[in-house]
Every structure is written in C-alpha cells, then in structure tokens.
C-alpha cells in the first residue's frame, strides 16, 4: 500500500515540475518589442490553466491548451518604456523589467555577421564612448536540430555597456546606431548567426520539399542523428572513391611507399585550416597528411628544420617510407633532420595525426599560422603551407562525427529560427554566402526560397536586406571564372524579390582574409537601405546597377540605376578599372573604360565586333571603381548569360 501511493506522488511532483509555467526564451529582462506591430507572447504551463500576462497597462489572458501551450496577442504599441511585463498563473507569476518598444532586427547569417565588434576595427572609440542602452543584442544560442525546437536553451538581452558592447554583432551593431541616430527608438538585435553556416541549414524542411531544386534532398531527409552521419559518410566516401572506384587504403603496408601517385585518390588539402573547411566535414579522429618535398643536391647533404605547425594531438611522421619521429604536443613539432636524411629529388612527407584537442572544435588538420609550416636549410624557409598536400581519415582508428551546423539541411532553422517565430520583427539583415560560393547558380534558387520561407513563417513580408560578398582570395579573370562573382551575382539577381536591399562591399573587403574589419561601412549601408525604403528619411542608399548595354562598332555603351548625382571613378588619376569585354569567341580581355554623363564606355583593340562586357569579375575586385557621386560602389555585373563554374554544382 505504502509503495503505490510513494509512486503516485513522484508521479504528481514531476508532472508539475514539467509543466512550470514558462515563456518563450526571448522574452527577458531588456527586451525590446516591436512598435507599431501586434506582439505576440507565448510559452507553456499546466494543461487548463488561465495564464494572464500584463504589458505596462494592458492586460492579455490565454487558456493552456491541450500541449500545455499559450499564446497572446497584444496590440500594437508606439516607441516607448521601459515598461514591466508579468506573467502569472494562480501559483506562479514571472516578472521582468526594463521592456522597451522599438525597432527589432534579426541580424543572420555566417562569421562575418557574427563577427563581434572588439574584432572590429573602430570598437575602442566605441567602447570608450558614451554607452548607448538603446541598442541592445539578444544572442541565439548555437543549436542545430533535425526537428524544430519549441524554444531556444537560454539567452538573454544585453545592453550595449562597455562591457557587454564588444560581444554584440559588428555589422548589426554600426546598423543599429545608425538607426538609432536617426529615429530616437531603441533598436534591438536579433543575433541569430553561425560562422560558416551554408544556406541549406537556415531553411527549413517544408520549405525545401516546395523546391525543385531542395524537394530530392528533403526527400530523403534524415529522421536521427545517426542517418545524418551515414549521409555524411556515404558522401565523404563518394569523394574519396571518385577517381579509382574505391575507398583508398590506409593500411601501412600500402601507403609506406616513395610512390606519390599512391595518394592521388586522397582529398587535396590547403593548410593551414581544419579538415571541415576542405571537404571533410565534422569528422573527429585521426587521419593522414602527405605532400611531395623536392630537395636539391646540395639541400639533400645539409640538415634542416622542419616545423609542422600547431596540432597538439599525437602524430608519426614518415619520411619516404620509414617512421622518422613520434610525438604529441605543440613542443614536437619542430623537428630536427639529420643531413643526408633527404633524397635528392622528390621526397614523400606522410604524417599520421591525432585530433587536436586544444581548441578540440578544431578536429584535425593544421592549426594556426600558415609561417608555422615550413621547412629549413641554411637559407630562408621553404613554406609548405598551402596547396600540394592531400588529407585522408584514419577509419581504423575510433572516430566520430560532431553534430555542427552543414551536417544535414534545415538543422539550423530547425535549432535557432523557428523557435524565434512569430515574434514581432521590423526585418532580417543578411550577411552569407561565403559557404555556398561552390554552388553559386543554385544560390539564384536557394537564396529567394530562404527569403520567402522566412516570411511565410512569421506571415509577413517583412524587409530583407542583405550583404552583397566583399573581396576575398584571388584574383582570376572572366576567362579562367570566379564562383565568388557568379554568388554576386545570384544575390544581385535577389533584388527582384519585393521589400529588399542589398549593400554592394567590394571596396572595403580584404583579399587575404575572408574577414575584413571594416565593418562600420556595412552595417551604414546596411541602415542607409532601411532609413529610406522604411522610414521615410529621402537619402541615397545604393550604388551603380547595372541596367544595360548597346554595342556599337567597337564599343559597349552602358547604363546604370542609382548613378546618384552622376557616376565616378574612384581613382587618384581618373581611371576606371575593372572591366572586361568579349567577342564572338567569347575571351574576354581587359579593357578602357570613360565615363561620358551617366553611362560608361567600354572598349578594347583586342576586340572589334564586341558582344559581352563583366565588371569586377572576380574573387577580390578590389581594384574595381565605379562608384556614384553618394559614395557608393557599382555592384559587380555581367551582360552575358555564358555557362559558368557553378552551373551543375547542386545540394546533397
């Protein structure tokens, strides 16, 4: 008798414990609340209880549902506060403080809207300014999921204090000030943002299955964990099996060789930089580097140095076959080699590395400084960062794969959007595209689907504005093509969508680090867009866009939108640079081009009879000029419709 009823009251306790009443993660102290919008409040509490929430003078009830789910609706406010919010039941009540009502932004997308503004550059002027509590973060936790979460883990708002101010978003943050200058509100951010992240995990399943070009890969969406990861796998070894129809070898006794064409089937590998980045995502455990060292005759007869970077996981390095050094921690990497070790001609590296396991995110590869790998006779260092090496995992050993945001579609909406829906938004600001550069044409598809699925779910066409990539990596012209323009241009193509904007930061970008610090120029473009198309403040908030061409003999005259007061060369000596033009054999040489009023003129002696032109058609155009008397750049453009590098390249 006594054992039953023992069960029968842990059974009432933590049901009750269950069903505490609760809200929503982002409704916290600090909170901003959208103006001029109905503001929906939700969370959960026991099944049939009456919740009543009060919002400075008004007051909203709601019945728990079935789920234990409740919603209310409040009217719409003007900018206000700081008011009290309280949500009660007949047993519990919640109380936060120092609510305001104002403009709310979502800031979304990969690193470069995460990037923090004390990584910025202007973050000690801010700091040491005057604080503006105005402005205020709330930062969504990093959480991936193969169904949508009901709510976030935590978070909080934050204010932007000395002390909290470095970790808010940069670009969001130089948007917001922007705004905040201009309507006197206070602004806050959404912070919902993931370096690294492609496309794919920000868009949800529903949403892909409308999708002719998402609706095969939702299909066949995985249910657990654990499909997910056979997905992965089944695609890591279609890579690796591409040229030779199967898995390659990691047995010894195959690979201790002076055969370099025995590691063709690896993956090649760019270091310094983590496996994920290079075409073996979230795989954790141990795995082979190799590269081919030519010595000379008279490198071969010294002693050298090399330096294998910064890993601190155990490692064997093989030299042409035979076991040289065994090791563990950063200490060991800098080996001494006797003279005569080398051969004369091509020498085979083969390294076998353990996982990092400081940082132990990093998983395997070469960490830190590319001036780390290298090495060194009685000259200066030979670099061996970069291209020439090839990566292969170790599947002998233990492993396993991390659950991070490019394991699988939608996981990323799934953890860190749909648990902020409906709250009331003003917009998104998007600042992506850096992951999905190698599908670039498939971004024309992806990209609208995104928009438009985010705005069906809070059943608002809310605005979009976004971040046009900035210059980063080399610099190949139209004949050789750049994937980074053809996502350009895919995002330029976007603008056609309704209530969008984009910020053209090829000027300010940085072509040796996909991070450019400048990031007060982005988000005061960024906030140009919105004071205009949003808030009825008459200003220029766009460059030169192309709207098209005519060819007469020699020449390709073009025309612009947004010229702004007239066009300019933003040069020293009044050049503009950046073009290209093309005939009929469709190679493109580089070009003089003039402005003549508001269009520019574009010719070459190498091209008589021209058909096509591109601008800034590249990886980093950096040198590209074209600007409007405002001070905004051209965005990158092309006039021709030719096949490009992404064109087949698909989500799978």
């Known amino acids: 008798m006594f054992r039953p009823i023992l069960f029968l009251l842990f059974f009432l306790i933590t049901q009750s414990g269950f069903s505490q ?77 120092d609510i305001m009502i104002g403009e709310v932004w979502v800031c979304s997308g990969q690193s470069n809207m995460d990037w923090t503004l004390k990584d910025a550059f202007k973050f000690r002027e801010e700091r040491a300014g005057q604080p503006v509590p105005d402005i205020r973060q709330f930062y969504v936790p990093r959480e991936v999921a193969l169904k949508p979460n009901s709510d976030l883990s935590n978070g909080k708002w934050d204010l932007a204090h000395p002390d909290q101010l470095g970790d808010f978003t940069a670009v969001g943050y130089f948007f917001a000030k922007e705004l905040w200058q201009k309507l006197h509100v206070t602004i806050g951010l959404v912070n919902a943002s993931w370096g690294g992240s492609q496309i794919e995990g920000w868009i949800s399943q529903d949403a892909m299955k409308s999708s002719s070009q998402l609706s095969n890969y939702a299909s066949s969406y995985p249910n657990t964990w654990d499909q997910a990861d056979t997905m992965l796998l089944q695609q890591l070894k279609k890579s690796l099996s591409q040229k030779s129809g199967k898995l390659p070898s990691t047995a010894l006794v195959d690979i201790l060789t002076t055969d370099s064409t025995q590691f063709q089937s690896w993956l090649k590998y760019a270091p310094p930089s983590q496996w994920d980045w290079q075409g073996i995502w979230a795989y954790r455990g141990a795995g082979f580097m190799q590269r081919v060292i030519d010595v000379n005759t008279v490198e071969q007869s010294k002693a050298s140095t090399l330096s294998l970077g910064e890993n601190d996981g155990a490692f064997e390095l093989y030299l042409n076959g035979q076991l040289f ?88 909406y799934n953890g860190m959007i749909h648990p902020l829906i409906p709250f009331a938004i003003k917009g998104v600001l998007w600042y992506q595209g850096e992951s999905n550069a190698g599908r670039a044409f498939q971004y024309r598809s992806s990209f609208p689907l995104l928009i438009n699925s985010w705005r069906k779910d809070w059943k608002y066409d809310f605005p979009f504005y976004f971040v046009q990539l900035s210059s980063f990596g080399k610099f190949p012209n139209s004949n050789q093509g750049s994937e980074w323009a053809e996502l350009r241009e895919a995002q330029l193509m976007a603008l056609q969508l309704p209530n969008t904007g984009m910020a053209v930061t090829t000027d300010i970008g940085n072509p040796d680090n996909i991070h450019p610090k400048n990031k007060a120029d982005v988000g005061t473009r960024l906030a140009a867009i919105a004071l205009a198309k949003n808030y009825g403040i008459e200003m220029p908030y766009s460059g030169p866009v192309f709207q098209q061409v005519q060819f007469k003999a020699d020449k390709a005259i073009l025309s612009f ?11 020293a000596y009044g050049y503009l640079k950046g073009f290209e033009i093309a005939g009929e054999d469709k190679q493109f040489h580089f070009a003089q081009a003039s402005i003549e009023g508001d269009q520019v003129i574009v010719c070459s002696k190498s091209v008589k009879q021209p058909i096509a032109v591109r601008y800034g058609w590249t990886d980093a155009p950096i040198d590209a000029n074209l600007f409007n008397k405002a001070g905004f750049p051209a965005t990158p453009f092309r006039t021709d419709k030719w096949k490009g590098l992404t064109d087949a390249k698909i989500f799978e």
Do not use: C
């Open 325 to 412: 050094k065994k090791g563990e921690g950063r200490a060991d990497r800098l080996i001494q080699i006797p003279a005569g070790t080398w051969k004369t001609g091509k020498n085979i590296l083969l390294l076998h590395q353990a996982a990092q396991k400081d940082p132990a995110w990093f998983g395997n590869g070469f960490y830190g400084e590319g001036s780390k790998l290298y090495l060194k006779f009685d000259y200066e260092p030979i670099s061996l960062a970069g291209e020439g090496w090839r990566m292969m995992p170790d599947f002998s050993m233990p492993w396993h794969y991390v659950h991070s945001q490019n394991n699988a579609g939608s996981v990323i």
């Open 21 to 97: 009443l609760s809200v929503a993660k982002i409704f916290n102290h600090h909170m901003v609340l959208q103006r001029g919008q109905e503001i929906p409040v939700w969370g959960s509490a026991p099944i049939g209880k009456t919740v009543t929430i009060r919002l400075n003078q008004s007051i909203q009830k709601a019945q728990v549902d079935a789920k234990g789910n409740w919603k209310v609706i409040f009217p719409m406010m003007q900018a206000g506060g700081p008011y009290q919010m309280t949500i009660a039941t007949e047993q519990q009540q919640l109380d936060f403080s």
């Open 561 to 571: 939108k947004h010229i702004n007061g007239g066009l300019v060369a933003k040069d």
